[in-house]
């Protein structure tokens, strides 16, 4: 059984830096695109962009180009998310997901709110 | 960017009833490309149609995808109550993925 396990949620104050993880397992890691998707209180799914674990070819969307860093670690099957200074509007649900033909299996979702 | 625009916004049906769901492409996609998911609250999206028309594993058969070019459809033949929830279309053609601002689909 295909599975993506994420970190439990974070509670931050601006300016602090994070690092999200997405454990895969019952398949190849390193063989399938892993996205993030963040998704603000009570809004819609937003595609941040995707990570391709067997080389870490990486493609960011604009709007979180340079916002955000993906990385992988192949020897755990884990995907990671991070912020070098996070901002209130960073508050939100982010998912990681595997990608086949679209996003074939989700995580279970970390939610990460920044508050002074 | 490839923008998405999902229409309506909300559609409000009763259980039993057929609903249809539209997705439009700011240019032309390839059907290869386009998929939908079902997001109910509290949980993780579901991917329902890949490929615009080939139904995901498990997913019932009264979810049909169709379409090419610029417009897509989703269609749910006759609604069941777990099947009021938040629909978004996606593209992952290119360098650049874009999801749909999503529809509800409420319960009237």
């Known amino acids: 059984e295909v599975q993506l396990v994420q970190s439990g949620a974070e509670v931050k104050k601006p300016g602090e830096s994070l690092k999200i993880s997405c454990k895969g397992s019952g398949y190849s890691f390193s063989t399938s695109w892993i996205g993030w998707v963040r998704q603000m209180p009570g809004k819609g799914l937003e595609w941040m962009g995707v990570?391709?674990?067997?080389?870490?070819?990486?493609r960011y969307s604009p709007s979180f180009q340079g916002q955000v860093t993906f990385s992988v670690d192949k020897s755990i099957s884990t995907a990671y998310l991070q912020w070098n200074s996070l901002r209130a509007s960073d508050t939100a649900l982010y998912y990681c997901?595997?990608?086949?033909?679209?996003?074939?299996?989700w995580g279970q979702g970390t939610l990460v709110i920044v508050s002074s | 960017e490839i923008v998405l625009t999902q229409s309506p916004g909300t559609l409000s049906l009763s259980p039993g009833e057929r609903a249809t769901l539209s997705c439009r492409a700011s240019?032309?996609?390839?059907?290869?490309?386009l998929v939908w998911y079902q997001q109910k609250p509290g949980q993780a999206p579901r991917l329902l149609i890949y490929g615009a028309s080939s139904r995901a594993t498990g997913i019932p058969d009264r979810f049909s995808g169709s379409g090419s070019g610029a417009d897509f459809t989703l269609t749910i033949s006759r609604l069941e109550p777990e099947d009021f929830a938040v629909y978004y279309c996606?593209?992952?053609?290119?360098?650049?993925?874009?999801f749909g601002q999503g529809t509800k689909v409420e319960i009237k």
């Open positions: 240019q032309i996609i390839s059907s290869t490309y």
């Open positions: 997901a595997r990608h086949g033909a679209g996003f074939q299996n």
């Open positions: 990570i391709f674990p067997s080389d870490s070819d990486t």
């Open positions: 996606q593209q992952y053609g290119g360098s650049m993925w874009t």
